[in-house]
């Protein structure tokens, strides 16, 4: 991540990197994803509790939060949601 969005990132979150709003805009939303993609290890299978208990520490809707990066391929998931995992080529 680089020095601006750093800054554009900063507007979304409080001083404890808690996700305050959540931006219209495609891109900005794109970057908080970002952003919560990297509170997780890469090489490291995750349950859908675990994934919940990192991802409340940063938003509100976690289960919102949980698919959303799913379907931006930041983390990846078994079909039947049992594991989680980082994708690493993002």
């Known amino acids: 991540m680089n020095e601006q969005e750093k800054a554009q990132l900063q ?3 409080d ?3 808690f996700v305050k709003t959540w931006p219209g805009k495609a891109n900005k939303r794109q970057l ?4 919560l993609a990297s509170k ?3 090489n490291h299978e995750y349950s859908e509790p675990d994934v919940n ?6 938003v509100d809707d976690y289960v919102t939060r949980r698919r959303d990066l799913v379907e931006a391929h930041l983390l990846e998931r078994t079909d039947d949601g049992s594991s989680y995992w980082l994708n690493s080529e993002k």
Request: hydrophobic share 40%; glycine share 6%.
């Open 32 to 35: 908080i994803l970002k952003y």
């Open 53 to 58: 208990l990192i991802l409340r520490k940063y």
């Open 40 to 42: 997780f290890e890469i």
């Open 11 to 13: 507007r979304y979150l």
């Open 15 to 17: 001083q404890n990197g």
